[in-house]
């Protein structure tokens, strides 16, 4: 009877478990239907394998494998049955967004990039096709491609959108876009998102004042801000040379508090030797000098 | 002259109280093996400390036992050297806390590692820059100098004891032998004991002051609110002697009824103990107001946020005892005299110690609670700090070790200095030596 009871709730347990994917991460329904627009193909997988490698491995292991790591929540191994029954946008979403302790990809990966490693994921689950993107399109979202130049009369970051839809390239209106300039530890926001114009234009101030690298270049990025996801993700990126010349000695090259072993400063390796040996000058000394009591007898 | 050499030197035997004591420790040592063996094996996990909150009770008990080891210096050098003789029965045991404690400090820090295999990493890669490296040096030194004002002025003693007290046990003899270094209490020896001890007793004034205070830079080198404090070197230093006093009284309590010292540590000796424990206390209070006050009336938002957790959020019961009953009440009960007789003086000193160990907490782990920028997207056991059981019993080993050195050392070695105190008695316990 008991047995019997251990049956039912196990079984009743490992259906639920089917019914509901990773029912304590939960996907927005209007994001499972995302899919890729391209078909993936071997290139793809390859540049999935890579980023796999390199972004994923250390939790999820090797797929089939089995060596992920021993964290909690578990990673699992992504070629499990419960990662192949999912769709194409619930993969996506889950490596876009995270959940901890596993990062969200949004900022790390490139839309194309996070498709590929879908594209490599999925070659371990048996019978999975993949929906054909020309029938979907439509319904998937907009392409939208964006170019980049410097105005030099009004002083502005140019940036044109245009989407690609069926009967060819036309401006792209209403898109946001925002920009972005490469500093050392990240991408520095330029100004406020900008819709684009009629024409597709949406035009940013430039600071005049930027320093740039040695020539003056500065690293521009341009985006299309699309926080619902309805649109293929569009970037540009582009080295202008538009920044202030800067040659600047790095703040690592020269001795500094903050700087290794080799480059501390004069001062205080002179201080630090001087006061050690110093005391243990005195130290020894006295031990010598300890030593020695042991020679003298009494006369 | 029998009489002292007995007095001083009849606890220097194996018996049953001893035995007792010593497996106590010993198994209770053990235990606490057990709970560092579970760490070695699965690593600093095992311990409540996480990313954000990564200096909990190993670090708090590491700034605490530096502190203990400070009163070495103020009982023999600034004391001794000023030419009070009344502390003269007491430098032996201050020196021997400041030992124990100064030598299990750095057990400390390396319990607190995550890979201790790789503790010859912070020579091998040390920056002078690091206040780290300025750390392990001073405390290094410090132990070194402290040894050698345990031991020195021991050296006679020895050779009294070898030649005079019969009843030394039979396998402390070599022992005695050999550390006594044929002392004859020749004038060469005596110049050259006497020279030797000055200068240490200079050397220790900034070696202490520099290992606290360094210790202090540990946390003020950094910009962190509750201790981004210019007055952080001193604040730490007169807490350390509020800290070391009360352990010193403690000790000389147990000694005194242990080993029957009740003519060498008389009440006199208490109350001018007590005089100099409410002494260094308020001076810590007078830094405690300073630390609160000054940022407590600017109340920068990183400072408000610190100052309110302690004083009315999560850490203020804790907070409040320790302010209170482990210095505010001290300081008052010890202004009467009836307060710092031996009794009422030590229950007094256990509250302090207490206080002092807490207060150490206090600094530490609400601060490292707060950083400046936002703790988000970690689970929610790195937010908050609990010490595990494991971390409680590893501390526990530390307690464990220093009392085991403090045993060793009181038990076979007189625990007041013999020559010493017949010599300010007037008597020559040396004079008939090679006769």
């Given at each position: 009877m008991k047995r019997l009871f251990c049956l039912i709730l196990l079984l009743a347990s490992a259906t639920w478990r089917l019914e509901a994917q990773n029912p304590g991460w939960p996907v927005p329904d209007d994001q499972k239907g995302k899919i890729c627009l391209v078909k993936f193909t071997p290139d793809m997988v390859k540049q999935g394998e890579a980023i796999y490698m390199k972004n994923c491995q250390s939790c999820h292991g090797i797929p089939t494998k089995k060596n992920f790591a021993a964290i909690v929540p578990s990673p699992g191994d992504l070629s499990e049955s419960k990662v192949g029954s999912q769709k194409d946008g619930e993969l996506f979403y889950r490596i876009t967004t995270g959940k901890v302790p596993m990062p969200e990809f949004r900022n790390i990966l490139t839309e194309d990039e996070r498709w590929s490693v879908i594209s490599f994921v999925r070659t371990y689950h048996k019978g999975y096709k993949q929906p054909d993107p020309e029938k979907l399109a439509g319904a998937a979202g907009k392409r939208i491609r964006l170019s980049m130049a410097y105005d030099t009369v009004k002083k502005k970051i140019m940036v044109k959108a245009v989407e690609l839809s069926k009967d060819g390239p036309q401006p792209a209106k209403g898109a946001e876009v925002v920009i972005f300039i490469q500093r050392y530890f990240g991408n520095m926001q330029l100004a406020d998102p900008k819709p684009t114009s009629e024409y597709g234009y949406a035009g940013f101030d430039w600071p005049q004042d930027l320093p740039g690298d040695k020539r003056g270049n500065v690293i521009v990025t341009a985006r299309v801000n699309d926080p619902?996801?309805?649109?293929?993700e569009a970037l540009v990126k582009d080295t202008l040379t538009i920044g202030v010349p800067t040659d600047k000695p790095s703040l690592t090259d020269t001795r500094a508090m903050w700087s290794t072993r080799d480059k501390a400063p004069v001062w205080v390796i002179l201080t630090y030797t001087l006061a050690v040996l110093v005391v243990w000058y005195f130290i020894i000394y006295i031990i010598l000098a300890v030593l020695d009591i042991r020679k003298i007898k009494q006369v | 002259m029998e009489k002292i050499v007995n007095d001083l030197s009849h606890h220097i035997r194996l018996n049953k109280g001893f035995f007792i004591w010593m497996g106590f420790l010993v198994l209770a040592f053990l235990a606490c093996l057990y709970a560092y063996t579970r760490q070695l094996q699965y690593g600093l996990g095992v311990a409540g400390v996480r990313d954000y909150i990564s200096w909990g009770l190993y670090i708090s008990n590491f700034v605490f036992f530096v502190a203990s080891s400070l009163i070495g210096m103020l009982i023999s050098a600034v004391l001794g050297l000023i030419g009070f003789k009344w502390v003269h029965p007491i430098t032996r045991i201050a020196e021997t806390i400041a030992v124990a404690f100064a030598a299990v400090a750095g057990l400390v820090i390396v319990m607190d590692m995550g890979r201790p295999e790789r503790l010859a990493y912070v020579f091998m890669y040390a920056r002078f820059q690091s206040p780290i490296l300025w750390d392990v040096t001073v405390i290094t030194t410090y132990f070194v100098i402290s040894l050698l004002l345990l031991f020195l002025p021991m050296i006679p003693d020895m050779a009294v004891l070898y030649k005079?007290?019969?009843?030394?046990?039979s396998w402390l003899k070599p022992v005695y032998k050999v550390l006594s270094l044929n002392w004859t209490d020749h004038p060469e020896q005596n110049r050259i004991i006497h020279r030797s001890v000055y200068i240490l007793l200079i050397l220790i004034i900034p070696a202490a002051l520099s290992i606290h205070t360094v210790t202090s830079w540990l946390f003020a080198l950094t910009v962190r609110p509750g201790w981004d404090s210019t007055i952080f070197g001193p604040y730490f230093v007169s807490g350390a002697f509020v800290a070391g006093s009360a352990a010193v009284i403690i000790a000389m309590y147990f000694f005194r009824r242990n080993y029957k010292l009740q003519d060498y540590l008389t009440d006199m000796h208490f109350n001018n103990m007590g005089k100099v424990l409410v002494l260094v206390a308020f001076v810590y209070l007078y830094f405690n107001i300073n630390e609160y006050l000054v940022p407590g009336y600017k109340l920068k938002r990183a400072d408000a946020l610190h100052l309110h957790e302690l004083m009315a959020g999560n850490f203020a019961v804790m907070f409040w005892l320790v302010q209170v009953g482990g210095l505010l009440i001290p300081i008052i009960l010890l202004l009467f005299r009836r307060m710092r007789r031996p009794m009422p003086l030590t229950v007094i000193s256990v509250a302090v110690v207490i206080g002092a160990w807490f207060k150490r907490y206090l600094i530490v782990v609400p601060t490292m609670a707060h950083p400046f920028l936002p703790v988000q997207h970690v689970p929610e056991n790195f937010k908050v700090y609990t010490p595990t059981l494991i971390e409680i019993a590893i501390t526990l080993l530390s307690f464990i070790l220093v009392l085991i050195i403090i045993t060793l050392i009181s038990k076979f070695f007189p625990v007041i200095p013999v020559v010493e105190t017949a010599k300010d008695k007037g008597l020559d316990p040396l004079k008939s030596i090679e006769s």
């Amino acid at each position: 009877m008991k047995r019997l009871f251990c049956l039912i709730l196990l079984l009743a347990s490992a259906t639920w478990r089917l019914e509901a994917q990773n029912p304590g991460w939960p996907v927005p329904d209007d994001q499972k239907g995302k899919i890729c627009l391209v078909k993936f193909t071997p290139d793809m997988v390859k540049q999935g394998e890579a980023i796999y490698m390199k972004n994923c491995q250390s939790c999820h292991g090797i797929p089939t494998k089995k060596n992920f790591a021993a964290i909690v929540p578990s990673p699992g191994d992504l070629s499990e049955s419960k990662v192949g029954s999912q769709k194409d946008g619930e993969l996506f979403y889950r490596i876009t967004t995270g959940k901890v302790p596993m990062p969200e990809f949004r900022n790390i990966l490139t839309e194309d990039e996070r498709w590929s490693v879908i594209s490599f994921v999925r070659t371990y689950h048996k019978g999975y096709k993949q929906p054909d993107p020309e029938k979907l399109a439509g319904a998937a979202g907009k392409r939208i491609r964006l170019s980049m130049a410097y105005d030099t009369v009004k002083k502005k970051i140019m940036v044109k959108a245009v989407e690609l839809s069926k009967d060819g390239p036309q401006p792209a209106k209403g898109a946001e876009v925002v920009i972005f300039i490469q500093r050392y530890f990240g991408n520095m926001q330029l100004a406020d998102p900008k819709p684009t114009s009629e024409y597709g234009y949406a035009g940013f101030d430039w600071p005049q004042d930027l320093p740039g690298d040695k020539r003056g270049n500065v690293i521009v990025t341009a985006r299309v801000n699309d926080p619902t996801g309805s649109m293929q993700e569009a970037l540009v990126k582009d080295t202008l040379t538009i920044g202030v010349p800067t040659d600047k000695p790095s703040l690592t090259d020269t001795r500094a508090m903050w700087s290794t072993r080799d480059k501390a400063p004069v001062w205080v390796i002179l201080t630090y030797t001087l006061a050690v040996l110093v005391v243990w000058y005195f130290i020894i000394y006295i031990i010598l000098a300890v030593l020695d009591i042991r020679k003298i007898k009494q006369v | 002259m029998e009489k002292i050499v007995n007095d001083l030197s009849h606890h220097i035997r194996l018996n049953k109280g001893f035995f007792i004591w010593m497996g106590f420790l010993v198994l209770a040592f053990l235990a606490c093996l057990y709970a560092y063996t579970r760490q070695l094996q699965y690593g600093l996990g095992v311990a409540g400390v996480r990313d954000y909150i990564s200096w909990g009770l190993y670090i708090s008990n590491f700034v605490f036992f530096v502190a203990s080891s400070l009163i070495g210096m103020l009982i023999s050098a600034v004391l001794g050297l000023i030419g009070f003789k009344w502390v003269h029965p007491i430098t032996r045991i201050a020196e021997t806390i400041a030992v124990a404690f100064a030598a299990v400090a750095g057990l400390v820090i390396v319990m607190d590692m995550g890979r201790p295999e790789r503790l010859a990493y912070v020579f091998m890669y040390a920056r002078f820059q690091s206040p780290i490296l300025w750390d392990v040096t001073v405390i290094t030194t410090y132990f070194v100098i402290s040894l050698l004002l345990l031991f020195l002025p021991m050296i006679p003693d020895m050779a009294v004891l070898y030649k005079r007290f019969s009843k030394l046990p039979s396998w402390l003899k070599p022992v005695y032998k050999v550390l006594s270094l044929n002392w004859t209490d020749h004038p060469e020896q005596n110049r050259i004991i006497h020279r030797s001890v000055y200068i240490l007793l200079i050397l220790i004034i900034p070696a202490a002051l520099s290992i606290h205070t360094v210790t202090s830079w540990l946390f003020a080198l950094t910009v962190r609110p509750g201790w981004d404090s210019t007055i952080f070197g001193p604040y730490f230093v007169s807490g350390a002697f509020v800290a070391g006093s009360a352990a010193v009284i403690i000790a000389m309590y147990f000694f005194r009824r242990n080993y029957k010292l009740q003519d060498y540590l008389t009440d006199m000796h208490f109350n001018n103990m007590g005089k100099v424990l409410v002494l260094v206390a308020f001076v810590y209070l007078y830094f405690n107001i300073n630390e609160y006050l000054v940022p407590g009336y600017k109340l920068k938002r990183a400072d408000a946020l610190h100052l309110h957790e302690l004083m009315a959020g999560n850490f203020a019961v804790m907070f409040w005892l320790v302010q209170v009953g482990g210095l505010l009440i001290p300081i008052i009960l010890l202004l009467f005299r009836r307060m710092r007789r031996p009794m009422p003086l030590t229950v007094i000193s256990v509250a302090v110690v207490i206080g002092a160990w807490f207060k150490r907490y206090l600094i530490v782990v609400p601060t490292m609670a707060h950083p400046f920028l936002p703790v988000q997207h970690v689970p929610e056991n790195f937010k908050v700090y609990t010490p595990t059981l494991i971390e409680i019993a590893i501390t526990l080993l530390s307690f464990i070790l220093v009392l085991i050195i403090i045993t060793l050392i009181s038990k076979f070695f007189p625990v007041i200095p013999v020559v010493e105190t017949a010599k300010d008695k007037g008597l020559d316990p040396l004079k008939s030596i090679e006769s």
